[in-house]
Each structure stands twice: as C-alpha cells, then as structure tokens.
C-alpha cells in the first residue's frame, strides 16, 4: 500500500463541449518517510518556459561548434544545463514537431505528417479533441501563454486557444514578413487571442516583449510560457530591414541579396531575446524554479544555415533534417553537462508531466520520460527503443546505432556511430539489422490510424 492518497479531478471542458474530459490523478503526498523529498519537489511546481527556432540547424549555436554567429545567452544556457548532441525533431518541417512538442506523439498519430500551408490548409489542422501539453498544465493551475508562431491550423477553431492556451498573440501560418507581419498569401497574420489585430514591430523583437510582459504580469500561480520563434526562417530579413510582403499581394522571394548576413542578424536576434528572458526571470526572482527548454523544430534549409557534420537538410529524413539543437535548463536541478541520449521533441510532454508528479489515466504518449536523465536521480532511459520519421515518400527508423532509410524504392541502411555521415549504405553486411528495422517501420506505419490532414 502506498502512504499517500489520491483523488480524481475531472478537467470538465465547460468552454469547448467537443473537447473529451481528461482525468488526471493528482497525488497528495505525505510530508514524511521517503516521499518528503517528493513532496518538497511537488511544492515548487515549476515554471516551463518552452523557446522554439524554426530551422535552425544543429551547427548554428556557438555551442554547437559555429565559429560564424556570436550566440553568446544560448551558448550560456547550453553551459548551465543539459546540451543534448543526439536530439531530434520528430518532424523534418515545421507543423509536425509542432505537434509532438505539445502532444507527445508522432506527428502522424494526431493528423499532422507535412506543412499546414497558408494556400491549402485554412479549413482544417490539428484536432480540438487532440490533448496538448497546455491544456494538461492548465487543468493543474497553470497559466499558459503563447507568443509566435502556431502553425497547426489556421481557423480560430484550430487555434490555440482551443488547445489550452489562456493568452495567444502571434501568427498561425508557417512564415511572415519580419515587419509587416503578412503570410505568403498576401494575408496579414498578427492575431491577438482570436482576432486579426495589426501590431508593429520586427518579428523576433515583438515575441520576445510579449514573453517579457508576461512574465511582469504573471501572478503566484506557475505558468507555462511557450516562445515559438520565426527566427530564423525565410523571409530572410534583419531587424533593420524594411517590409517586402503587402496585401493582397503574390508570393515572391525577395529577400536581401546576402541571405548569409541576414540570417546571422535574425539568429543573433533570437539570441539577445533568449537573453532577455533569462535576464527577466532572474530579476523576477523566478529562474530557480522555472525549466527551460531551447530547440529548433527541423534542420536548416538547403538555401542558409548549418546542419553540421549532418547530411541533409529541412525536408529530409536525412540526420541533417532532423538532428537540431536540443537544451534543458533547470538551475540546481539539471547538473550541467552534455548528452549523447537519444531525445526526441515528443519526449518534452511525459518528462514534464513527471517533473509535476501527475498520474496520467492513458496519455497514449509516444514520448519517453527524461526526468532520470535530466536529475541523474535514476538511470538514465535505455537508448534502445526503435523511433521513426516520415515525410512523404521519405521514412527512416532508428534503433541506437542503426539507422534505416527508405525514400521511394531506394533504402539504405548507416551505422550511426562509425558513419554520422550516412555516407556508406551496409545492409549488405548486416540483413538482418536491415530486415529488423522494415519490420518494424511496417509495423509502426500499420498501426496508423488517424487521418492525415496535411
């Protein structure tokens, strides 16, 4: 038997009937034996502040060995906490890992598998009924804001405020002028909650003051702050560079002649708003007791930026598409560090249900919980457990070393360790590595059921 006590709080979607109650087991813990360390850890009830870049590739941060970009508040986070050098979006574009960071699934178990894109997509995106990680912070007292880009549906009944959000200003479309704040159809895209308000700012700039406001404002109770930047996606533009979309007007490339400039402006940019968030928590007195996490949802595009030693790029399967910056940070409690740990952007959900102490009656997470490897309290989770991409004709299934590649009829499979390259196909030498991870990858894709929406 155990020493504590539980009851059944029944989360009553009084605001969206369409939403299924979710029943979450709260534990009340006694203050004695050897849970009182547990209890002392439930009393804290941290913050979660989740920083999001959009194609970002693995070799951009200066703690990810760029020479090039002066990333000097990421780079301190990465020194503080956990930099992750094997972490991976479960996406290898944009709306995907969207979905996995907030659900703790793959992206194909909730309907999202490419881009929910401004010309085809405006009537449809992730379903209401789709349990997020707001919607679980908020039903445990949680304030839940948003501040950036959505990218999961552009209607406001597939907004985030229908996903557990009390507060969203941002953008719902996959990219905006910088300034103008206009989506690739001609659109403008600045919505305060629900509604199409204009705001003047650069991009970049205006998330990060809204995440300051926030944070000025926030009461005694903890709050979920999730930063999804568009930094630093095309348009490529700098915080000095005028407007280049209008409305009504067709979608046309028209960024600076020195893309490589710009971009090294737009991740600096990103950089000095990390900072200021970091500078902002401190002073608030909240730092202590706030877990941020820092990572990107795909590699860097083919056109700009760095995916490393990796080979490909955003919108392959390739480890250069997926393989990202990944960070956890948790002063006194993450020991510093770096990992080579498998993680995936999925894994963010069950780990920070964990680090709450919530008994979750069937999350149907896909998720791995890395509360043993962020505290170093218990062993760390085993790296041996078979994860997937798909996009397109493109698939891949991994299981620690072996990485398994499937693009059309072509398939290849790498040993990862030896070959981070995945420059030489050896499933000649190893059948039935190669035979394993098919099975497998049929298997996973059999047991796909929800719809694909886009």
């Known amino acids: 038997m155990h020493n504590w006590e539980s009851k059944i709080r029944v989360i009553e979607c009084l605001m969206n009937p369409r939403k299924i109650c979710v029943l979450l087991m709260l534990p009340i813990f006694s203050t004695c034996g050897e849970n009182s360390k547990r209890n002392q850890l439930t009393e804290l009830r941290p ?3 989740l920083i999001v870049a959009d194609d970002m590739g693995y070799g951009d941060l200066g703690c990810y060995g760029n020479s090039r970009f002066d990333t000097p508040n990421i780079d301190s986070l990465a020194a503080g906490g956990l930099r992750l050098t094997d972490y991976h979006s479960n996406g290898v574009v944009c709306s995907p890992t969207r979905a996995s960071l907030l659900t703790g699934r793959y992206p194909q178990e909730v309907g999202i598998e490419g881009v929910v894109t401004a010309k085809t997509h405006r009537h449809t995106g992730m379903q209401p009924n789709v349990h997020t990680l707001a919607e679980l912070l908020k039903g445990n007292g949680y304030q839940t804001a948003l501040f950036g880009k959505w990218h999961l549906g552009y209607s406001p009944e597939f907004g985030p405020l229908e996903q557990g959000f009390d507060t969203f200003e941002g953008f719902v479309s996959g990219n905006i002028d910088y300034q103008s704040h206009i989506d690739q159809e001609g659109i403008a895209d600045w919505w305060n909650q629900d509604k199409l308000i204009p705001e003047n700012g650069y991009l970049t700039d205006l998330i990060t003051q809204r995440g300051l406001q926030f944070i000025n404002q926030v009461d005694q109770r903890p709050f979920f702050l ?5 930094a630093p996606h095309y348009p490529y533009q700098g915080p000095e560079d005028p407007a280049i979309r209008t409305l009504d007007s067709s979608f046309k490339r028209q960024e600076r002649e020195d893309v490589d400039v710009a971009y090294k402006e737009m991740i600096q940019s990103l950089d000095s708003g990390v900072g200021q968030i970091l500078s902002q928590l401190k002073q608030k007195e909240l730092l202590k ?3 941020v996490i820092f990572c990107s949802d795909n590699g860097a595009s083919a056109r700009v930026g760095s995916n490393g030693l990796f080979k490909g790029h955003k919108g392959q399967v390739y480890e250069g598409g997926h393989r990202v910056p990944g960070i956890f940070y948790w002063e006194g409690k993450i020991t510093p560090g770096v ?6 952007s999925m894994d963010i959900v069950p780990t920070v249900a964990d680090l709450l102490h919530l008994d979750i009656i069937n999350p149907n997470w896909s998720g791995r919980n890395l509360t043993p490897l962020l505290t170093g309290n218990r062993p760390a989770p085993e790296n041996q457990r078979t994860v997937f991409w798909r996009f397109k004709d493109q698939k891949a299934a991994r299981k620690g070393k072996w990485k ?3 693009i059309g009829e072509q398939h290849a499979l790498y ?6 390259e995945e420059t030489t196909d050896i499933q000649s030498l190893f059948p039935e590595v190669f035979k394993t991870l098919m099975q497998a990858l049929e298997r996973w894709e059999s047991n796909l059921t ?4 886009a």
């Not at 999730?226 to 568009?230: I, K, T, V």
């Open 47 to 49: 913050n979660i502040v």
């Open 226 to 230: 999730y930063l999804p930047h568009g």
């Open 289 to 291: 007791n706030t877990l």
């Open 339 to 344: 990992s080579d740990q498998l993680v995936l």
């Open 404 to 406: 398994l590649i499937a």
């Open 415 to 420: 040993d990862l360790e030896k070959d981070p």
């Open 450 to 453: 929800e719809e694909i929406r």
